[in-house]
């Protein structure tokens, strides 16, 4: 089998965030892998759209993937690094590896993960920081409610 | 204002959790308090029910409080300690405290969440622990499904 194209992954949450972005929402897309590339579910956080705060983009896409399992062999691909709701899901079900686009502009629980034998790339990916990064600047309180900081 | 009743509150993610068994779900059920006392949301495990991994009590019952701006004099009162999935729940949205019906029949984040300024109650009420583990036993296999164990 030939290495997962985490850049061919990326692009699918990516393509989420900027749906996300269209609908006013907070940019921040994800989808999960099964190792041989095939897709299991993509999402995007949706607080805005729907008010739902449970909604970030590593949950709704674990959700839209439905009940697997195991999750050992599959890979969580995130515009974002995730934060501690989204890395206590990744630890819980044993997703085998986090792909993120960035953590430049949010330093979430992927050391920790990290740390707990999950395998964490990133991309440092030029778009997703910008993407986000203007974002934010533009919307800090909705950015800093999506994050619990009073 | 009077000291939160820790039993009250619990008694309304009991409920939950026997509805979720009614309906042949994993019996756990949660909800999330102001301080006060006014319930904010209340809901409960629909792995089975709905085929959605990504509903557990706690996380079910964030989502049913809707947009909240913070959530430090917020409890969230769920009848099993909570899995790393909603530990990371409680953490990231800076919920100030877990009221837990029991620990017995799984021990999740709760510890976690004490050494990182959560308050943790745990009430080991006897009901909690017969109603989950009598279930477990008779279901095991959708029980490590819930947990992510393979």
């Known amino acids: 089998m030939s290495p997962p194209d985490y850049r061919a992954m990326l692009a699918v949450a990516v393509e989420e965030a900027r749906l996300g972005l ?21 999402g995007r956080n949706r607080r805005v759209q ?3 705060p449970s909604a970030h983009g590593e949950t709704d896409a674990f ?3 439905g009940r ?3 999750y050992r062999d599959t890979l969580m691909v995130t515009t974002l ?3 501690w709701y989204c890395s206590g899901l990744v ?15 949010f330093h979430g629980g992927h050391d920790w993960l990290r740390a707990h034998g999950v395998e964490v790339v990133d991309l440092g990916d030029a ?8 974002w934010i600047a ?13």
Chains 1, 2 share one sequence.
């Open 63 to 65: 959700r839209k993937a």
């Open 138 to 150: 533009a919307h800090p309180q909705v950015w800093h409610e999506d994050i619990g900081q009073d």
């Open 22 to 42: 269209a609908e006013g929402g907070i940019p921040i897309g994800a989808a999960l892998f099964a190792r041989d590339g095939t897709l299991l579910g993509r």
């Open 81 to 83: 690094s995730p934060c």
């Open 50 to 52: 729907e008010n739902d």
């Open 68 to 70: 697997q399992r195991s």
């Open 91 to 105: 630890r819980q079900f044993g997703i085998g590896t986090v792909v993120m686009g960035e953590s430049a502009n």
């Open 127 to 134: 778009e997703c920081i910008a993407m986000l990064g203007d």
